[in-house]
């Protein structure tokens, strides 16, 4: 079975870090680019970051350039997404998603170009 299993999140102050890993199973990891979405209460889910395990390509959503880190452990299939200087605008519930075959990533993939999603990990950043 194909699992995808995101965990790492917490309640972090404004200006702390956490680090959140998606686990995978059941695919050919290295074949596949893998994304993280979040989704703050009232508002759509948005894409923050994907890393594309072919190539190493990564693509960061504006607001999180220069804090966040994607990263991919591919010997553990796993991606993480270190978030430092963190601001209460980024709680949200993130979720991460794999897709196969990526193309070169110049942007962040739509949700729907996606072929399986994990379950979401909460992240709150209290003021």
């Known amino acids: 079975d194909v699992q995808l299993q995101a965990s790492g999140g917490g309640l972090v102050q404004a200006g702390g870090s956490l680090r959140l890993s998606c686990a995978a199973s059941?695919?050919?990891?290295?074949?596949?680019?893998v994304g993280w979405f979040r989704q703050a209460p009232g508002k759509e889910r948005e894409g923050v970051s994907c890393?594309?395990?072919?190539?190493?390509?990564?693509y960061y959503t504006e607001s999180v350039k220069g804090r966040f880190t994607i990263s991919s452990d591919n010997a553990k299939t796993t991606v993480y997404l270190q978030m430092n200087s963190l601001k209460p605008g980024d709680t949200a519930v993130y979720y991460c998603a794999a897709f196969v075959n990526p193309p070169l990533i110049v942007r962040m993939p739509l949700e729907n170009e996606y072929d399986y999603w994990g379950q979401g990990t909460q992240v709150t950043v209290s003021s």
């Open positions: 059941g695919f050919t990891f290295d074949d596949y680019a």
């Open positions: 890393i594309n395990n072919i190539d190493g390509g990564t």
